[in-house]
């Protein structure tokens, strides 16, 4: 129990905060006892301090083995700013010269730095290793460990060299850490880095807030996402392409269209990229077209929307690209487009890499198309590749559950399709089995002498589309895996021999089918408030007083708080305290009176009637969208354009404005 305080208390001493979030307790203490930790915990879960905490509190210097420098130097200001003493956090990479190089080994002779974050690179350069052999380690924190596998996002060759320079340097306990991975990459960074015993702590990944949607990539889809921009006025954005060219094409297209956008990517010079992502913060600009350099070190709470012009090469990729929409548990949505060409495009790049990185690379295409094409939960889908179980079959919050396809029987096919994998000794992949299910003689069939199993053809009646989704959603429901060490192989579970056994009911959803005319749907999800025109006035107010105070917006009021003031209209500085995250502390700043002054005057000249009832409220509404009418026509807009932007009939607008002059 007084271990279990005297952690609190240093949480409290160094880091100002009076709990824990989810595991992190948990992980610090397994390091304290001195073994081996295996931490997966999606972005903004509080990875960091799972090692920053433990350096502090234990003998000698900790190593923390990391591929960004920015993020480095960040940590390593934060580590400072905590400490009493100079030198408590350094790092050692390629932009430190001769005598920063020193001034960091002299610190650490002299027991000063508890922290030490070092690029891998920088890591196996000889003088350093035999420097760190004179030196007491802690532990080694591996950083964005997912990197060691080729299965991974993000590979990088070097991370495979950790393990046999920390036998170099000298044992102590290994600590691995990752935003995202799933059975395959997990099991690549442990035995690479020679902790398969270690414990294994893993978080949810479950987003709640974040609405999925996958559209077809038709050619119209640069007026798509000006539509889509357009009908989300100063909310913030990232849209992600695969190319520089792409990336600069639709920045220009999006300022053509009166968007503040601009472009990101690794071929600009870094002073135009910190430029970039500072006006991005202060929302000088509203959205940033990207490749995925953008997003590594930036932590913006408010990214309202993350569009994938490109479908991702990995799913991996696709969820921590996500990852950065709703930060702060507001709206985030989560929108792509697919087309198979772009697959075809994504396939053809590997030509020329070594066959095992081709075949890495396709299985991942592979996973990523399932999902782009399922017609299941999209949550479910995405989960379950990261070997999560989603209990519910509709999460309510993406396209496939807003608008959910028919289900059709699969008992039949299921049985067929376990009887297959079966018959071919559970060692092919799927894209095999279906050629085998659909009686497919093809070269590598022909070589097994698989076609002449009684087993083979055995679907050769059924649609051919059917048996993507009957694997697909065999897996998710338990009676097949895919297996870990060689990727890809399908295997029957012992939930799947029962099902044979004793087959029942198994009914299923078609994939969906991408033609590249298809218009798209719209998104009906997300925060929407009462009142919008009073809700753009408010953001006006906002970014005004953020310019003033040289602050971000979201620094002044959260979005959430702009859209609650924008239904229930809190005209007195009393009333603004119960809006959601507006405390004692916003109340007392000069700016919360302009905010309520504004929506005074706002409701006094539109006639609002602030009620807390909702009957009245709805009345109040009415009377908004009569007064928007009559502002809309006073402004020369065509009716059916009017009709169209506040989401009414023709007929129903004609009858709203009709008695209105």
Request: charged share 30%; hydrophobic share 35%.
């Amino acid at each position: 129990m007084t271990e279990k305080r005297n952690l609190t208390e240093a949480l409290k001493k160094y880091f100002g905060f009076d709990t824990f979030k989810g595991d992190q307790e948990r992980i610090i203490q397994n390091l304290l006892d001195g073994n081996d930790t295996f931490v997966l915990m999606p972005t903004g879960g509080g990875k960091s301090l799972c090692y920053q905490l433990p350096s502090l509190l234990m003998e000698g210097t900790a190593i923390v083995i990391s591929p960004l420098i920015a993020l480095m130097k960040n940590q390593v200001d934060v580590i400072t700013n905590l400490s009493e003493q100079e030198g408590t956090a350094h790092y050692l990479n390629s932009s430190l010269n001769k005598a920063a190089i020193d001034q960091v080994k002299t610190d650490i002779m002299a027991g000063k730095t508890k922290l030490l974050y070092v690029a891998p690179e920088s890591l196996t350069k000889e003088d350093n290793v035999e420097f760190l052999k004179t030196v007491k380690i802690s532990f080694y924190a591996v950083d964005e460990a997912h990197c060691i596998s080729e299965w991974g996002h993000d590979f990088r060759p070097e991370y495979r060299r950790i393990r046999p320079i920390v036998n170099e340097i000298g044992q102590a306990p290994i600590i691995a850490l990752t935003a995202t991975a799933t059975d395959k990459v997990r099991s690549d960074i442990k035995k690479n880095l020679g902790m398969v015993d270690a414990k294994e702590f893993k978080s949810s990944f479950n987003r709640p807030n974040l609405y999925y949607e996958v559209r077809p990539k038709t050619k119209d889809v640069d007026k798509n996402i000006i539509k889509f921009i357009k009908q989300h006025p100063g909310k913030s954005g990232i849209i992600y392409c695969l190319s520089r060219k792409k990336v600069e094409e639709l920045a220009a297209i999006l300022r053509a269209n009166d968007i503040k956008a601009a472009a990101y990517h690794a071929g600009l010079d870094s002073a135009t990229r910190t430029q970039t992502q500072d006006a991005f913060l202060m929302e000088d600009i509203d959205v940033i077209v990207a490749t995925i350099a953008f997003g590594m070190g930036i932590d913006k709470p408010d990214v309202r929307f993350v569009i994938h012009y490109d479908i991702p090469k990995s799913l991996e990729g696709y969820y921590q690209e996500t990852g950065r929409a709703g930060r702060d548990g507001g709206e985030g949505i989560c929108l792509a487009f697919y087309s198979s060409k772009d697959l075809q495009k994504l396939d053809k790049f590997m030509e020329g890499k070594p066959v095992a990185e081709q075949d890495i690379g396709r299985q991942l295409l592979v996973e990523t198309a399932a999902y782009a094409e399922t017609s299941v939960c999209r949550r479910k889908m995405l989960l379950h590749y990261f070997g999560e179980d989603y209990p519910k079959d509709n999460c309510g919050n993406c396209d496939n559950c807003l608008h959910p396809k028919t289900k059709i029987e699969a008992q039949e096919q299921l049985v067929i399709t376990l009887q297959a994998i079966l018959s071919v000794k559970e060692n092919f992949r799927s894209d095999y089995i279906i050629d085998f299910i659909t009686g497919k003689e093809t070269d590598e069939i022909l070589a097994h002498h698989h076609e002449e199993l009684e087993n083979f053809g055995a679907g050769s009646d059924d649609d051919e589309k059917i048996w993507n989704p009957v694997i697909r959603q065999a897996l998710i429901a338990g009676y097949l895996k895919k297996e870990v060490e060689n990727y890809g192989l399908l295997k029957v579970t012992s939930a799947g021999k029962k099902f044979l056994k004793a087959p029942h009911s198994f009914m299923i959803v078609k994939d969906a089918e991408f033609n590249e005319d298809d218009e798209a749907m719209e998104h009906e999800g997300g925060i929407s408030a009462l009142d919008p025109t009073l809700s753009a006035m408010l953001r006006d107010l906002r970014k005004k007083i953020s310019k003033q105070l040289q602050r971000p917006p979201y620094v002044i009021f959260q979005d959430v708080s702009l859209e609650q003031m924008a239904t229930d209209y809190p005209i007195t500085l009393d009333e603004l305290k119960n809006i959601q995250g507006v405390g004692e502390g916003k109340v007392k700043q000069p700016y919360a009176k302009e905010f309520v002054d504004l929506i005074k005057r706002y409701c006094e000249e539109n006639g609002i009637e602030r009620q807390v009832d909702m009957r009245v409220r709805t009345v109040a509404k009415k009377s908004m969208l009569k007064v928007k009418i009559i502002q809309s026509i006073d402004r020369q807009v065509a009716l059916d354009d009017i009709a169209d932007a506040q989401g009414i009939d023709f007929s129903e607008l004609l009858d709203e404005g009709g008695d209105g002059r």
